[in-house]
Structure formats: C-alpha cells, structure tokens
C-alpha cells in the first residue's frame, strides 16, 4: 500500500491513540508524516515528530515549517490533538472549561490556520487540489451527552468550524472535512475519570441503534481517513461524517440518532 507516496501530512496528536494510529497508517501508505504532541511517542513507526502545543501558536507556525524542511510542501493534516473534560456545568471550574476549549477548539483552528496558509502559498497540483483538512471532533459534538458540557461544546465547535473552512477553501483546491467517532477504545477514552459520564452515556444512546458500535478499534478506524485523503476528484464537503462500525464508510451513511444524512461521497 503505498498510494500515498509524494505526499507530506501533519498528524497532532500523534503520540496516541487515533493520532498515532492514523500517523502509522499514512507512513504506511507510503506519506511523508509529521506526528506532533506534547511529548515524544516511544517506538519507531516510519514518521517524524516535532514536539508541539497545539495551544501554542509560535509552535504550530513551528511545526508546519517543519514539515515543509520535510516533505517540501504540506498536502494535508489530521487534527487529533484532544483532551477529554467536563462534567455537570454547574460543577465545571472555570480553568477546566477553558482547558478543554484551548486544546479541542483553539488547537484545532490553529493547526488548521497556519496548514492552510501554507496550503494557500504552495502551487496547486495538476488536478487544481492544494490539499485536504481532516478534523477530529466527536458524535458528542452533534449530541449533547451526559456531563460532556465542556467537551461537548469544544467538538460542536470543531463541526461548525470545519464547516465553515470547507465552504471557504472549497473554491480554492483545498477540501476540509471532520469526522465524528463513536467511541474508540483508547488511553483518553478508557483512562480518564472525568469521561466516565459520557462513556456511560453514549453507551445508552448508541445501543438504541444499531448504525455506530459503542466500541471502534482505533485501527479499525484508520480506513476511513485514508479513504477521505483518497477523495481527490470527488469533494465531499461541507458534511460531517459519521463512522460506521468497523471503520468503512457507507455510501450513505445515516446520522443513528435522528436518521438525518451525515456522510457521503458527491
Ligand atoms: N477515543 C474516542 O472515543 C474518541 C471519540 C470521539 C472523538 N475523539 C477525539 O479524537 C481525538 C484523539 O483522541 P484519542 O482517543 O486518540 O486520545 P488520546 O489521549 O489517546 O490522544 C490524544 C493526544 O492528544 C495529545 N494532546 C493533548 N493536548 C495536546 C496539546 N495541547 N498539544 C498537542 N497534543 C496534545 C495527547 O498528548 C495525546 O497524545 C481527540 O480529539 C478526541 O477528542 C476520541
């Protein structure tokens, strides 16, 4: 599999979870890949690292700089950069709050901001495509979920921003599309205390479904990104993608809690 030999991405988030499973899978794939988090992931899975806040913006500029040196250029970026947060909102401190909006809202329209200036500099290839944005956010960003409050209002954020960035760059070769999981079993997901309420609580609305599996191998998931990067010709944006369980993407995949259009390929 090496479809995407000649193409550099951005990865934050990359030391774990679906950040470092979707770095692995793009090098895979033959990309230039340039993970970025907090800390250095252990281990070697074919990609670079530069440490990175995505809160930061000096660091991020830093960062997109770093794998132009790289790969010459920027052709697209997966925001995973995440931090779980919040509880009922009377009980939320205001540190807390504005914790989770830095790292989940503002991280993702800082690495998207200085991707796609960086996008915008670079000649378009010869199919007029610049490159692609995939953002992270989250069912709960479209749901509201038990004690999600800080975590939900940071990832409805990420869907109305990527909304908006996808009717804004559309015109100009750069396609800009989120993707919405379910719940993926990894380190944020399964070890933090404060996301207890919102497992318990996306357990009990998804299982009134049968469209999203409560639990998505990471792997599983990785698929789905390389199948968006893969769209050249076909725009699939201003829409929101919902996963499916085992990570494919349905020709037309159907929101599980309002049966509203979510996903498609036009
Ligand atoms: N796991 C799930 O069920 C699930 C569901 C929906 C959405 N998501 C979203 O997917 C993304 C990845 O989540 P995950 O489950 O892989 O979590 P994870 O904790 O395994 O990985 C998140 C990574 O983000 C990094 N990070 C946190 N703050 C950062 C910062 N300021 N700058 C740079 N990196 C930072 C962490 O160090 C960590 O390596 C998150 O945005 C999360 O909200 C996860």
């Known amino acids: 599999m090496r479809g995407l030999s000649g193409r550099t991405y951005i990865v934050t988030g990359a030391a774990s979870g679906i950040g470092r499973a979707t770095a692995a899978r793009l090098a895979e794939e033959g990309a230039t890949v340039m993970g970025a988090d907090l800390t250095e992931p252990s281990g070697d899975d074919g990609w670079s690292f530069t440490t990175t806040d995505v809160t930061d913006e000096d660091a991020v ?6 794998a132009v040196r790289l790969g010459g250029g920027v052709d697209g970026v997966v925001t995973a950069a995440g931090v779980a947060g919040g509880g009922a909102v009377h009980l939320v401190p205001r540190g807390e ?3 989770v909006l830095a790292v989940n809202l503002t991280g993702t329209f800082l690495v998207a901001k200085h991707v796609l200036a960086q996008m915008l500099r670079q000649p378009a290839r010869a199919d007029g495509q610049r490159g692609s944005v995939v953002t992270i956010a989250s069912i709960e960003g479209l749901e509201g979920t038990a004690g999600g409050s800080a975590y939900s209002a940071s990832k409805g954020g990420v869907v109305i921003l990527t909304k908006n960035m996808a009717i804004d760059y559309a015109g100009r070769g750069i396609r800009v599309n989120a993707i919405c999981p379910g719940f993926i079993e990894t380190p944020a997901a399964s070890d933090d205390p404060a996301f207890s309420d919102v497992r318990l609580s996306l357990t009990s609305q998804l299982s ?9 191998q990471v792997y599983m998931g990785s698929p789905l990104w390389i199948w968006l990067k893969r769209q050249g010709r076909a725009h699939i944006h201003p829409r929101v993608t919902i996963q499916e369980p085992g990570g494919s993407l349905p020709a037309e995949a159907r929101h599980p809690l309002t049966g509203g259009a979510h996903a498609g390929n036009t």
């Open 208 to 216: 009134m479904t049968t469209h999203l599996s409560m639990t998505t």
């Open 61 to 66: 500029a830093r960062l997109v700089q770093a």
């Open 97 to 99: 709050w504005e914790r």
